[in-house]
């Protein structure tokens, strides 16, 4: 089946990042394909490659920066949402897009299930 | 009628979003707890009366990883709650038709 | 060509409803789901805008944000109906738990009872919740 | 005892942060609703009640560029309730010894 | 020369509380307020951290979050007493709410009435909500 | 009276940053001192010179940085907060400092009053 994912938080401050991410490496386990991540609101936050977690605890952007990689996730950033926020493709981490809000209909149209995570 | 599964995040204690999941699922619905969800859970705590009387409308899953970070593992849950991994949240959102986050 | 474009073969035309549950300005979620309805416009799919709990609060005529500071959002709604965006729901209880009628409203909506809103709930194919 | 200065910035048919406010404010204390706290100023909501019967025991405030902001300038506030400007607020917080914010 | 590294002079001691009202791990604010109570240690004033609500979550032993990835960091409140941060209060009505009691807190602490706690409010500086 | 902010919360998404803008203009436009403003949790993000609101929207990051720049505020990003979060030298707007959380501490000591703006 193919999923769609939508994030609305950034890492750290709300679980919803999280939640997603745990959610999208078993839906790949189970042999699901996942058409498109899409970060909205604070989510746009998750592809800042200048975060540095202390060195005990999970970094999100990475993490999903290396499971966009292994499994040629589409990571798509809204432009509008990151703009106001500053995200910028010059903070921009490996493996995200920025790209419009276009993308996130797109998804709910080409997926079988799309699951919003957020706060 | 599209069967939903609904993901409620919030702690009953916190926010309401309980409340209108309840109101707007309907019978064959299924109702999955995850984050701060999960303390909708607790058998003991005051809120288990509002999960209690609805089991019987509806399918409650609650999601174990959630529950053990929270330190519940070692307190009884609501008879009735099935414990799900995140495969099994997996398995939840392709069982039903659509998902709906009450945030 | 994007997918959406294609003008043979099968349309497929899925139901979209957004699920708007906060009020205006403390969060940016009214705002930002606002856009989402805009561009979503635009794919031809079957698309509902649900307004419940303090979500009703989005339609409150009369905002006045000078004070504030921040910009007035609430006048684009107005923009739905350019945009073929017809149905839009707010659910009765919701209103009436708030003192508040569809004359309070700044757009003419549908005024549905929590069983409607709740057989809206399940016909759609994709629900976004802000 | 130092006087507190209760602000409350959530919306009260969503979060409970009233509920925990009104159990810890004393009699002496005032209360100035921000932000989507203003909601609870609504004369006929639901929740109006709720403040009714404090309103002898806390002295109310609400905030009024949020309430102008939030359309609730043409519609009836609780009586008691006294609308204040930003200005206002620095007074209210100059005036009290202290202040909670019941995020 | 910091302010309050001063040894000379009248000591201005304040006191200043913190109020712990969320859950930990749904967000962060648990985790980082944590962070300010123990840099506040060194600052020789006279500090309160209060659990409300779902505050008093934060303190529930047996946290396991290797399942969530995230970092486990309820067992720095044991830190609170080596940073000599002794006055800890958990509201008892929150507490019975959640059908816990102070066994299943990974810290003592002092279970206290609301009036209590609305006493203690009564007596602070500066409260830093959390 | 002597002042100091607590921000909590980022530009945007929560009203935070606004309301606690409003209090300081209009707390020196009475008379009163800001000792300091500290930003916490995502209130780091207010520091983020990379931040384009839509041109008919506010832009907190520079209104900050100019009320700072006026009226001489101290302006100070937590540094364990913003590290986590991204928010580096690199990126941050003129007018605001990264420090550590002693100077939250010292704020609270320092000041007649502590307000706290978050969500």
């Not at chain 1, 746009?44 to 999970?58: A, F, G």
């Not at chain 1, 990475?62 to 106001?84: F, M, P, T």
């Not at chain 1, 981490?93 to 997926?111: H, K, N, P, T, Y």
Request: net charge negative; charged share 25%.
């Amino acid at each position: 089946m193919k999923f769609s994912i939508l994030i609305k938080q950034g890492p750290f401050t709300h679980q919803a990042s999280d939640s997603a991410y745990h959610f999208t490496v078993a839906a790949l386990a189970s042999g699901h394909e996942i058409f498109r991540v899409f970060f909205y609101n604070d989510g746009v936050y998750n592809s800042n490659r200048l975060s540095e977690p202390q060195t005990d605890d999970r970094n999100l952007v990475s993490l999903w920066s290396k499971l966009a990689a292994e499994h040629e996730i589409d990571l798509v950033v809204c432009i509008a949402a990151a703009q106001r926020r500053g995200v910028k493709e010059e903070i921009l981490e490996q493996g995200f897009r920025i790209s419009g809000l276009g993308q996130l209909v797109e998804a709910g149209i080409e997926a079988d299930r799309t699951i919003v995570f957020g706060d | 009628m599209n069967r939903i599964l609904h993901i409620v995040n919030k702690s009953p204690t916190d926010r309401r979003a309980f409340d209108t999941c309840f109101r707007m699922a309907k019978a064959e619905d299924s109702i999955l707890l995850i984050e701060d969800g999960v303390y909708a859970a607790v058998a003991n705590a005051g809120f288990a009366s509002e999960v209690n009387k609805r089991l019987d409308d509806f399918s409650f899953y609650v999601l174990g990883p959630d529950v053990a970070a929270r330190g519940l593992g070692d307190i009884s849950l609501i008879d009735g709650i099935e414990v799900v991994d995140y495969k099994g949240f997996v398995d939840l959102v392709a069982e039903n038709d659509v998902t709906q986050s009450w945030l | 060509m994007e997918p959406w474009e294609e003008e043979e073969g099968p349309e497929v035309v899925k139901h979209f409803m957004y699920v708007n549950r906060r009020a205006p300005y403390g969060t940016i979620f009214a705002h930002e789901c606002l856009e989402v309805v805009l561009i979503s416009a635009a794919f031809e799919q079957d698309v509902s805008v649900a307004f419940m709990d303090d979500g009703v609060y989005q339609l409150k005529k009369n905002q006045d944000t000078t004070g504030i500071g921040m910009k007035n959002f609430s006048k684009t709604y107005r923009a739905l109906d350019d945009y073929d965006v017809e149905k839009i729901y707010v659910e009765k209880e919701s209103l009436d738990a708030r003192g508040l009628t569809a004359d309070d409203l700044i757009i003419p909506v549908e005024v549905v009872s929590t069983q409607a809103m709740r057989d809206l709930l399940g016909q759609q194919d994709v629900v976004i919740s802000s």
